[in-house]
């Protein structure tokens, strides 16, 4: 299949369609398969947006001040401004969309929250929290 021997713009003549296009498909292969090793590939079906994980909930092992709702969905801030560190209690999926939601913000306190993503199992971690989230 293609186009042989097309007059060009030019009128040179155009190489096969299909001759031209070969080095980019095989590299648009050799791509999707790193993709999907990666995890990065789109996932086929119709599941309109689901991803079939698990709930994002807040891990049991979280700092002194954090107090964690029954159901894990709500981490709270006791006091202080240290001792703050808080988990998901499963590891985030590379382009995974996650979604934090403030449900009260306190005039008590003046500064950043600071988010960000560990390789880290928080279980490793029970006994050697930092007190602080900056570097």
Known sequence: MGVLGAAGPTGGRYQCVDDLL??????????????????????????????????????QVHGDNIRISRDGTVARRAESFCKGVTFSSRPIKVAEKVCVKFLEVSNNWSGVIRFGFTCNDPNNLRYGLPKYACP
């Open 22 to 59: 070969a080095p980019i498909r095989s590299k648009m292969k050799v791509l999707k398969k790193f993709k999907k090793r990666m995890g990065l590939a789109p996932r086929s079906g119709g599941s309109g947006g689901t991803n079939n994980l698990p709930p994002i909930l807040f891990h």
